[in-house]
């Protein structure tokens, strides 16, 4: 089982670097240079000199993402559904925002401790 999440960890990281590498590199293209070298060549450079400065780091921003998607999880359903009825909130609209708290809690704890 560890080696099938270490390997599900490895395309997720794999995907979200060549989803962030090109949106980086086509707006470089359309901010800074125009060259396709240049931009290519500072998207290049910038994963790198993180790596070396912050070790784990791309981990830890992984991390971060996953603590607010499944912030958004938890409470949109809940918001789209009070807004659809437009009802008071309920325990569970309550309980729910309470575990949503918990989790970014817990998920910033991580990175303060």
């Known amino acids: ?39 290519s060549a500072i998207v290049c450079i910038i994963p790198i000199v993180l790596c ?19 912030v958004f999880v938890i409470f949109i359903p809940y918001y789209l559904l009070k807004k659809k009825l437009k009802r008071q909130m309920d325990f569970g609209d309550k309980l729910c925002v309470l575990f949503g708290i918990l989790v970014i809690l817990i998920e910033l704890s991580k990175f303060v401790f």
């Open 52 to 70: 070396i400065a912050i070790p784990n780091a791309f981990i830890n921003i992984l991390s971060f993402g996953g603590m607010i998607a499944t």
């Open 1 to 39: 089982m560890e080696i099938f999440f270490k390997i599900l960890s490895l395309f997720a990281i794999i995907t979200s670097t060549i989803g962030i590498g090109l949106g980086l590199k086509k707006s470089i293209e359309e901010t800074i240079s125009q060259s396709r070298v240049v931009a």
